[in-house]
């Protein structure tokens, strides 16, 4: 079998034209241009580079960006009293803390600190709860990316097995959530770490979600011949990108897969677009 590929770069222009579209039109009735305020902790390249391409897609799309830039030293009251003034400002609609922050930093309560009506990652516990609940205020982007991956390439979700390889608040977990939800209606397993003879529970995925963090953790004899594979790994090796899934392997298995990069790389970003629109609607509303 040859596995088609589910192009997240074609699927997020789509999404990304669905959201110029309506910031046009929104900010032509209302004049109101949603606005994105980054923040970005050190000099990380991998976030330097996430950063700029957030802005970009920012600015194609009609909607303003801008980037608070803080030192490597930069302390947590420091750190948190710029989210309080990003909180004020009336013109900003959604906040986005670039992560990891430097290991002296403590991300929850800098987390914790974004208004949840501004928390466009969908970090907030009351962006999450809501989310749980089938209610969602902002769906986190990653997770959201897959979903409407899932929905372009016209791959059924409900009654399938879904397993997904991670448990993290912000991919694994969520990316559970999302998938038992009513309208997606998945079955769904998630591994981890302590998981026991994980390539047994993952060969019986119908739809498999790798969020490891490892690259080509998954190898061709833990797909189920036929499994949609969605790889959401981001790694860097040598000078390469690299996701957690072998692909050259598992192409040979999968009936329907995504490339790193131009997987769900670009869907995360295209979807915390459409959050921030949804942000600056609300704040009209
Ligand atoms: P994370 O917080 O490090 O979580 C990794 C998860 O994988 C954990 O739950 C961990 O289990 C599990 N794991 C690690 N080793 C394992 C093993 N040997 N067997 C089974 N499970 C194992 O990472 P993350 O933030 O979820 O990100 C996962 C990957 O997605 C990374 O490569 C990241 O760069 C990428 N990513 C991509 C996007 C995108 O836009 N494409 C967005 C976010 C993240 P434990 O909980 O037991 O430790």
Not at 101 to 123: M, N, R, Y
Not at 178 to 204: E, F, P
């Amino acid at each position: 079998m040859s596995a088609e590929i589910i192009d997240g770069k074609a699927i997020s222009a789509i999404e990304r034209q669905r959201v110029t579209d309506e910031t046009a039109a929104f900010t032509q009735e209302t004049g109101v241009i949603p606005h994105l305020a980054a923040v970005l902790v050190g000099d990380d390249p991998a976030s330097q580079v996430y950063v700029r391409n957030k802005e970009r897609a920012c600015e194609r799309c009609g909607l303003k960006s801008t980037l608070h830039r803080l030192p490597s030293e930069t302390s947590q009251s420091e750190l948190e009293s710029l989210v309080a003034q990003l909180n004020n400002a009336s013109d900003v609609h959604g906040i986005l803390v670039q992560l990891p922050l430097p290991s002296h930093l403590d991300e929850t309560p800098v987390l914790d600190a974004i208004l949840p009506a501004k928390d466009v990652d969908g970090f907030h516990p009351e962006n999450v709860g809501l989310m749980l609940q089938g209610r969602p205020r902002f769906l986190p982007c990653t997770p959201h990316g897959v979903m409407k991956m899932l929905e372009h390439h016209g791959v059924e979700t409900s009654g399938k097995h879904a397993v997904v390889i991670g448990r993290s608040d912000i991919v694994g977990k969520p990316m559970g959530a999302l998938l038992i939800q009513k309208g997606a209606d998945a079955t769904v397993t998630i591994c981890h770490s302590r998981t026991i003879d994980i390539a047994q529970v993952t060969r019986q995925a119908d739809i498999l979600i790798a969020a490891v963090g490892r690259p080509e953790f998954v190898t061709g004899d833990m797909i189920r011949p036929g499994a949609v594979v969605i790889d959401v790994g981001i790694n860097r090796v040598d000078d390469r990108l690299v996701g957690d899934v072998d692909f050259q392997a598992a192409s040979k298995v999968a009936s329907a897969i995504t490339p790193v990069p131009g997987g769900v790389g670009p869907m995360t970003i295209a979807m915390l677009l459409r959050n921030t629109l949804t942000a600056a609607q609300h704040s009209v509303s």
